[in-house]
């Protein structure tokens, strides 16, 4: 079974830019989460999407958004970027499906370099 | 809310030492709890988790944790390291309506030859 690809891998953007970055979580599972990586902050929880709907949200600003269609494949969206979202953002998906508490399933991440 | 500790930042052993990573949590009842590894350059992966029953649990790589209620902690063991088990180490909490998980902060594992 394929596990969760999230594309691109490696990304560069200029200041005030938005970005959109992909992630195919494993087959069969709905729920998609994102975390943002960085050395300071570390793991820090930006959504979870299930079943098309966003189930849970971190504490991040608007600027930060994301969606998941009806095959699970998940986007999300930054928009206005700064320099401090320079970071590796990971997605991860899992059956999640309230009644068990299935573990998160990482892709390799897209690396984010805000310029 | 949840939340967890990982006391150590940074932790150098040998190779063929032993190696215990510490985990502490705090929940109002038993979490689900997890630990993942993260090479670099990678996602995360699962080591091993615990949901209930036998507090001593084994994962992947020849890593065990166990679970102490009296302390909130879940530490994280291997009874004798490799180089390749430099990585970067994740405790997790997961509630058990399964709404989220909540990473501790990490510890950094280096292993000397």
């Known amino acids: 079974k394929a596990g969760v690809t999230q594309t691109p891998r490696y990304l560069i953007k200029t200041r005030g830019q938005q970005v959109t970055l992909s992630c195919s979580p494993i087959?069969?599972?709905?729920?998609v989460s994102w975390y943002q990586q960085t050395p300071g902050q570390g793991l820090q929880f930006l959504f979870e999407?299930?079943?098309?709907?966003?189930?849970n949200k971190g504490n991040f600003p608007g600027r930060f958004s994301g969606r998941q269609f009806s095959n699970s494949r998940s986007e999300m969206n930054v928009s206005t970027l700064e320099l401090g979202d320079s970071a590796l953002y990971l997605c991860?998906?899992?059956?999640?499906?309230?009644?068990?508490?299935?573990?998160?399933?990482f892709g390799n991440g897209t690396r984010l370099t805000v310029t | 809310a949840q939340s967890v500790t990982q006391p150590d930042i940074h932790i150098t052993v040998s190779e063929g030492a032993s190696l215990e990573l510490r985990c502490n949590y705090s929940y109002g009842a038993t979490p689900y709890l997890f630990w993942y590894v993260q090479s670099p350059g990678q996602g995360l992966q699962l080591l091993l988790k615990?949901?209930?029953?036998?507090?001593l649990v084994q994962g992947i790589k020849g890593f065990e944790a166990e679970f102490k209620r009296s302390q909130s902690s879940f530490n994280l063991r291997k009874p004798s390291v490799h180089w390749s088990d430099a990585a970067e180490y994740f405790c997790?909490?997961?509630?058990?309506?399964?709404?989220?998980?909540?990473f501790g902060p990490g510890t950094r594992l280096s292993v000397l030859p």
């Open positions: 999407y299930f079943s098309e709907t966003q189930r």
């Open positions: 997790a909490v997961g509630t058990p309506d399964g709404q989220n998980f909540v």
């Open positions: 087959s069969g599972h709905r729920s």
């Open positions: 615990y949901f209930s029953g036998d507090t």
């Open positions: 991860a998906s899992s059956l999640r499906d309230r009644v068990t508490n299935s573990p998160l399933h």
